[in-house]
């Protein structure tokens, strides 16, 4: 039964959520990346579309627990028109084609406070 589900769509790598359907056409999204001019205001643009969480924040309780590491988490968006969509990171990757060096350098300046 329903043996050829998903062969009509594109692969899914790696992705259990359904972040491929949300974003919709996959050639917008990249387009969109490089159409800019330089490298700096694709990372300012990337940069845009990680959202960071404190979780260390979350449990006041615990924090002399986490004060010698900072921990956090992180969202990911694609803009679509002009919805910025979340999807996994590995949807992120694969429809942005980037690598995932260059996010966790995009990661690391966030937490930081930092531009790219
Ligand atoms: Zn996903």
Known sequence: ???????????????????????????????????????????????????TMDIARRRPRLNYLNSKKKSASFKYHVMVGHQRIGVCLTACLSLQRIKVKRVRRLRELAILGESP
């Open 1 to 51: 039964m329903a043996r050829n589900h998903g062969l009509k769509q594109r692969p899914q790598l790696g992705c259990a959520r359904h972040c491929y359907e949300e974003v919709g056409d996959p050639d917008d999204v990249c387009i969109r990346l490089y159409s800019m001019e330089s490298k700096d205001i694709q990372d300012v643009y990337l940069q845009g579309l990680i959202d």
